[in-house]
Structures are given as structure tokens and as C-alpha cells.
């Protein structure tokens, strides 16, 4: 293992330990506080681009499953590749232990040639994160490079598959607009009675034939997606039941006509609090997110669904009238609490009354 370094747009150098690839690369630097799951956040594409500090002290410890698949996706991962573009962490446990570990984590990161650094006082980083917002960084092995901003290139461009795919038997036909989607949703779906048509996140879903719109999770500026919104505002126009989730969400808040704008640090964790609306009941969610929908933006015919309980902020949007709606946070999980995941059965509720009323 040889030394490398961490070094901010601030001008802050960190000396630390490389494990995983001995390669630089440069990125947003975000804080996750989850305490668990990095095989999901590894791989979810959300992260494209960034590169993730975990707060949680000792990483590695459980090593990485092997590959398993579930209806020709991963049963375990979030997609097939690590997305994130660099590791931050306290103490690199090399030694793992864990029933279905199949590698270490740092064997896992050389294969896809992402770099991580441990030794790193992640809470003193964490600190100056909160502090100064997130910021542009690298991690710099033999090879000085430049720092690079992940928000100004199309990131969904990247991560989006190239083709259409379908998934299920069920009676409830489900056409998922795959910005970069993370395989739970898929599965959430899968378990329930859903045929699922997955399109890439510029493909016109308004060709096809389907009974509800799902708009998934994806990484960067939500402003880049220029195609999906305009084919979301063509939906918007009909009664067919819309559900997004995350970027889903953000992209539904544009297309219905509200503005997003970029959060200090965001928010990257398993524990988040979000107030339902009208009631007194709030759920603690895992999110995953560096904008937000300014809700003072809405229009007339839209309302907040939930509100995060720590900063204000809107964690998802409801049409008043018309069965489109929408959570900044993951009520698919993986990692995280599965407390919202009836909203799956929500969605599908309103997919049946429509059908019906049809
Ligand atoms: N998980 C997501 O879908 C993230 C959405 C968007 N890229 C953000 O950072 O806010």
C-alpha cells in the first residue's frame, strides 16, 4: 500500500493510505453518514461523478458479496458496476468477515480501477463539508490531475441504458424512464403484480403502450436531462398514474413547470426524518441527493407530499387533482429503512383505479 493524498478545492491536502486502484480521480467530494451498505452506494449510479467519504469509522469489515442474479439483474447489487469515483474512509478494514463475502473491498474498487484512501480523519472532513458545502476534489496518487466539476457533463447520459429491456408478467404495465436507476426499484416492482418496460432516459415513452409512468433516481443536475423533461410535460398533460423517486422527483417538479436548485451538502444517509403533509406522521427515510425542488416554485395545481424534518426542504411532491407523485427520498432503500416502501403499493393503487375508471 503506498501513501496518497486527498486534496480539496479549498487548497486542504490530506495525506492518507491508497487501497482499491493506485490511480487518481477527480470529483464532487460528498459525506454519506450511513452506517452500512456500501455495496448499494457503491454501485448506486446516483454517485457517478462523486467522490464519497463514509463517516461510519471502520469500512470494509464485511467484504463484498459475489454476484448473484435475480430476473437477469443483480440480486444484491444496485447496478452492475461501482459508480462512485473515489473512496474516502477512517480505517480500511482489510481483513473481512462476513458469510457472503466473496472479495475485499479494495480488491473490489482495482477491478473497476477506483481509488480509495484510508487514515483519513473523516470527521474533521465532514465538518469542513458542512461548513464550506460540498466541493470539488481529488484523490492523487502517482499522477497530479485537475479537479473536475460531475454537475456541469450529462451524467445520466452516461449511466442510462442504451436500449429498451422488459422485465415481469404481471397485469399492471409500467413503462421506467432509467436515469440511472438502482436495481431495488426494479425489484420492488418485480415483486408486485407489474410487466416493466425500462427505456433510456431520452427514449419517448409517449410511443408505448402503458398503464403508469415511473421516473427513477439518477446523478447530477437534474436541469441536464433536457429530453425526459420534455416528454414528462407531454405525460403531465394525460390522467395515466406518475411516480418518481429522487431524481424522479426533481424532474417531475421541472416538468410541472418549479425550479431546483443546488443544497449546500446535500443529503446522504439511512436516517433522514420527513413530515408526511396534513399529518403528524413522519417516516426516517434513506436519501441520497445534492439538489432539491425549491417548493416556492410549484404551481398552483401542485402540493409538498413531505418535508425533511431537519432543514425544511421538499422530500417529494403531489399533483392536486391527477395521480402524479413523487419522494426525494428512497422508499426502495437498499441501503436503509424499507418504512415507505408501501408507496410502491400506492402507486399501483392508482394505476387500478385508473384502469378501472378507463
Ligand atoms: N439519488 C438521486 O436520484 C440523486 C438526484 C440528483 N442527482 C441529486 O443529487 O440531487
Not at 128 to 149: C, F, Q, S, T
Not at 315 to 331: D, N, R
Request: glycine content about 10%; overall charge negative.
Amino acid at each position: 500500500m503506498k501513501q496518497v493524498k486527498l486534496v480539496l478545492e479549498d487548497g486542504t491536502e490530506i495525506e492518507g493510505t491508497g487501497f482499491g486502484a493506485h490511480t487518481s480521480a477527480a470529483g464532487e467530494v460528498v459525506f454519506s453518514t450511513a452506517m452500512t451498505g456500501y455495496p448499494e452506494n457503491l454501485t448506486d449510479p446516483s454517485f457517478a461523478g462523486q467522490i464519497l467519504v463514509l463517516t461510519y469509522p471502520m469500512v470494509g469489515n464485511y467484504g463484498v458479496p459475489g454476484e448473484e442474479l435475480y430476473e437477469s439483474i443483480s440480486k444484491i447489487f444496485e447496478s452492475d458496476k461501482i459508480h462512485i469515483a473515489g473512496l474516502v474512509v477512517n480505517y480500511y478494514s482489510e481483513e473481512h468477515s462476513h458469510w457472503n463475502a466473496t472479495k475485499s473491498l479494495g480488491d473490489w474498487l482495482a477491478e473497476y480501477n477506483i481509488p480509495g484512501i484510508f487514515g483519513v480523519d473523516t470527521r474533521m472532513l465532514t465538518k469542513k463539508l458542512r461548513e464550506k458545502g460540498a466541493m470539488l476534489g481529488k484523490i492523487v496518487a502517482e499522477e497530479d490531475i485537475p479537479l473536475h466539476d460531475p454537475n456541469q457533463d450529462n451524467l445520466v447520459a452516461q449511466v442510462s441504458p442504451p436500449g429498451v429491456q422488459h422485465y415481469g408478467k404481471g397485469q399492471h404495465k409500467i413503462v421506467l424512464v432509467d436515469c440511472g436507476t438502482k436495481t431495488n426499484i426494479i425489484r420492488c416492482f418485480l415483486t408486485r403484480d407489474v410487466e416493466l418496460i425500462r427505456v433510456p432516459w431520452d427514449y419517448d415513452f409517449n410511443t408505448l403502450d402503458y398503464d403508469g409512468l415511473f421516473l427513477s433516481n439518477g446523478p447530477g443536475d437534474p436541469k441536464m436531462c433536457e429530453a425526459t423533461i420534455s416528454h414528462l410535460q407531454t405525460a403531465l398533460q394525460q390522467d395515466k398514474p406518475i411516480f418518481g423517486i429522487c431524481l424522479g422527483n426533481q424532474l417531475m417538479g421541472l416538468a410541472a413547470g418549479g425550479d431546483t436548485f443546488k443544497l449546500k451538502y446535500g443529503h446522504r444517509s439511512h436516517n433522514q426524518p420527513v413530515l408526511l403533509s396534513g399529518t403528524k406522521r413522519s417516516y426516517i427515510t434513506s436519501q441520497n441527493h445534492g439538489f432539491a425542488l425549491d417548493t416556492d416554485t410549484l404551481p398552483a395545481e401542485w402540493t409538498m407530499l413531505f418535508e425533511n424534518l431537519n432543514d425544511g426542504t421538499c422530500e417529494g411532491i403531489k399533483h392536486k387533482t391527477k395521480p402524479f407523485f413523487s419522494t426525494q427520498f428512497h422508499p426502495e432503500a437498499a441501503g436503509g429503512p424499507e418504512d415507505t416502501e408501501y408507496l410502491f403499493d400506492d402507486f399501483l393503487k392508482a394505476v387500478e383505479e385508473y384502469k378501472a375508471a378507463k
